[in-house]
């Protein structure tokens, strides 16, 4: 009984402090509440200005990168070489001026597969040629008017064709050209005058040494002089782009045949035995001026650099889809380092050498070009202190 109160009194107390603790925990629990609330909303606030802070340069980049575009677009408009930009899948993304107006492509185009949008069957066939190409480049193409080399390159993204106008240095390499042509044209009746002339002096001079050794040397000179007038002729019609090229069946041995006979006084001279290789039925096809041209320059040379008492063999081989002419000589050869160099023009591996023998350094330059016009190509072999083999190749059709 004694204990009676104090039992009640600390049953009392237990409630309150249980009560006490249960407003603490819920208490504790709203500050934690209210505390997670206040901190996830400053993370949103912090995290939304970071993204606005993010965003204001991010605008700022994209209307500049559309101001960059534009202006690329203008000055890209006003340079003399068309651009033509492509997606991967070759619908058109940009083009300029130039390349607008070569091609008629129209501004609402753009999005246009090239097919559709290229007013220009050969740039798409070149297109479809070389789609999955990374690099391909033509030789110059007229189109309009003007004289255009094309390029196409490709990666992974994009695709470019390249319009290089070539008119102006077009114009002025046929200016030069022309140039050349016609004084050597003009040159021509002269220089035979003056031949003549020497030749009636020579004549005249038989019972005196001293002049006909002048009147000698006078005529080597003005034969050099007559021979470089031709070549230059051979290369200038060579050269032009008016010059028909008349393609026809050629028997082949009896065409060497003239050509070797031209040249026997020479090869007798130089005691240089020519063979000819040649079976009866040998056909090739080829303009009969120009292919005269690469013989006689070729046969030419292999007397000419040959050792005395030497050989040369002009001999054909019939392959698959081309013939093979060969002109070979026991001469002292060409110096692999001169190979690369001969068919410039003007280039003679001994200078002197070939100077004394008449050479104007021209006859190989022409050779090369003429196998250009006929669609062939020609190949050199050659072994210092044996010999050398000029070998042409031209297309059967
Ligand atoms: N068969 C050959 N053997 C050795 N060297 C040669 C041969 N053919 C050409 N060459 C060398 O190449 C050079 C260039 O030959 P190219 O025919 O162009 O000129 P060229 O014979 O000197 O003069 P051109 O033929 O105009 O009268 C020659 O000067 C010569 O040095
Ligand atoms: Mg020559």
């Not at 575009?69 to 997606?87: F, H, N, P, W, Y």
């Not at 993304?93 to 069957?121: C, S, V």
């Not at 002269?190 to 038989?206: D, Y």
């Not at 698959?320 to 160099?341: A, L, M, Q």
Request: net charge positive; charged share 35%.
């Amino acid at each position: 009984m004694i204990n009676f109160p104090k039992i009640l009194f600390n049953k009392r107390s237990g409630k309150l402090e249980a009560i006490l603790l249960a407003i603490t925990i819920f208490l504790t629990t709203l500050t934690l509440i209210f505390a997670y609330i206040a901190y996830t909303e400053r993370k949103k606030r912090e995290r939304a200005l970071a993204t606005l802070r993010l965003n204001r340069p991010k605008e700022e980049k994209i209307s500049q990168k559309i101001d960059n575009t534009k202006l690329l677009a203008r000055a890209l408009s006003l340079i003399r070489e068309g651009i033509v930009v492509m997606d991967p899948y070759g619908r058109i993304i940009f083009t300029n001026k130039f390349a607008r107006e070569l091609l008629d492509i129209h501004p609402e185009d753009i999005g246009k597969f090239f097919y559709q949008a290229i007013r220009n069957f050969d740039v798409i066939s070149m297109i479809n040629e070389s789609f999955n190409e990374k690099y391909r480049a033509w030789q110059e193409k007229k189109i309009k008017d003007k004289y255009v080399q094309i390029i196409f390159g490709s990666d992974m993204d994009e695709k470019v064709l390249l319009l290089i106008d070539l008119t102006p240095i077009k114009k002025y390499e046929n200016l030069k050209k022309d140039f050349i042509a016609n004084v050597s044209h003009e040159l021509k009746t002269p220089v035979a005058a003056m031949k003549l002339s020497l030749e009636t002096l020579e004549e005249e001079c038989r019972d005196k040494p001293e002049a006909e050794k002048f009147l000698r040397k006078a005529i080597e000179r003005v034969n050099y002089m007559e021979q470089l007038i031709e070549d230059l002729i051979t290369l200038s019609m060579l050269e032009s782009v008016n010059f028909p090229v008349k393609i026809v069946e050629i028997k082949l041995k009896p065409f060497v045949e003239r050509v070797v006979h031209d040249l026997s006084e020479f090869a007798e001279k130089k005691e240089v035995k020519i063979e000819i290789e040649i079976p009866e039925e040998a056909l090739i096809k080829a303009d009969e001026k120009i292919f005269h041209a690469i013989m006689k320059n070729l046969i030419d040379n292999a007397i000419k650099y040959n050792r005395e008492g030497g050989n040369v063999v002009v001999g054909f081989r019939d392959l698959t889809r081309e013939v093979e002419i060969y002109v070979c000589d026991t001469g002292p050869g060409i110096p692999k380092s001169h190979i690369p160099f001969i068919f410039e023009r003007f280039y003679r591996v001994e200078r002197s050498r070939s100077r004394k023998l008449g050479g104007t350094g021209l006859g190989l330059s022409i050779v090369k070009l003429a196998i250009e016009r006929l669609r062939g190509k020609v190949e050199v072999e050659s072994e210092e202190g044996k010999g050398t083999c000029f070998k042409i190749y031209l297309p059967k059709s």
